[in-house]
T-cell receptor
């Protein structure tokens, strides 16, 4: 099965700063997905990243806050901008393979 | 009504028993259904997928789908303490959702010695 590498695995950041999360897949994929999992909650889709086009954001998420890049078919980044303590969550990238979605190991973000 | 609903639990079962996890979804056009297991502090791991009505078995796991009732379940036979985790139901193909997965809130399973 495909391997998804995500980094950093965790970080503690000051409010008002930004953090960029990287996701690398070991095979080419059309769509990559970014999810957020707040403490004790389920997964919420932030946006879908297609190579060569702008990301599609879900209701409640905006590009200025969560800019996404997708420079090629194996890589994507999610930036969490101007962070506040409410952004403390686990952020996960995901890829849809024929057998289902696979998730990266996640980035645990704490904003202080 | 939430799009994908699960009982949050915790569901406690004794070791060796059958654990039954349930999920309902709101949209009849949904196409694909998945069960994920998530250990505390880890990312979700896909354990079963099911696309057509009926049962699908994989080892100790059986997924059951009833599209008419908009219901999907996961049975875990011979439950082990290592099965203790949160189980997430996910649905693909909800109206307007395209290819994305929509997750339920998860059911916490505790297998007791």
């Amino acid at each position: 099965s495909a391997v998804i590498s995500q980094k950093p695995s965790r970080d503690i950041c000051q409010r008002g700063t930004s953090l960029t999360i990287q996701c690398q897949v070991d095979s080419q994929v059309t769509m990559m997905f970014w999810y957020r999992q707040q403490p004790g909650q389920s997964l919420t889709l932030i946006a879908t990243a297609n190579q060569g086009s702008e990301a599609t954001y879900e209701s409640g998420f905006v590009i200025d806050k969560f800019p996404i890049s997708r420079p090629n078919l194996t890589f994507s980044t999610l930036t969490v901008s101007n962070m506040s303590p409410e952004d403390s969550s686990i952020y996960l990238c995901s890829v849809d393979f024929d057998y289902g979605y696979t998730f990266g190991s996640g980035t645990r973000l704490t904003v202080v | 009504q939430k799009e994908v609903e699960q009982n949050s639990g915790p569901l406690s079962v004794p070791e060796g028993a059958i654990a039954s996890l349930n999920c309902t979804y709101s949209d009849r056009v949904s196409q694909s259904f998945f069960w994920y297991r998530q250990y505390s502090g880890k990312s979700p791991e896909l354990i079963m997928s099911i696309y057509s009505n009926g049962d699908k078995e994989d080892g100790r796991f059986t997924a059951q789908l009833n599209k008419a009732s908009q219901y999907v379940s996961l049975l875990i036979r011979d439950s082990q303490p290592s099965d203790s985790a949160t189980y997430l139901c996910a649905v693909r193909g909800l109206t307007g959702g395209g290819n994305k997965l929509t997750f339920g809130t998860g059911t916490q399973l505790k297998v007791e010695l």
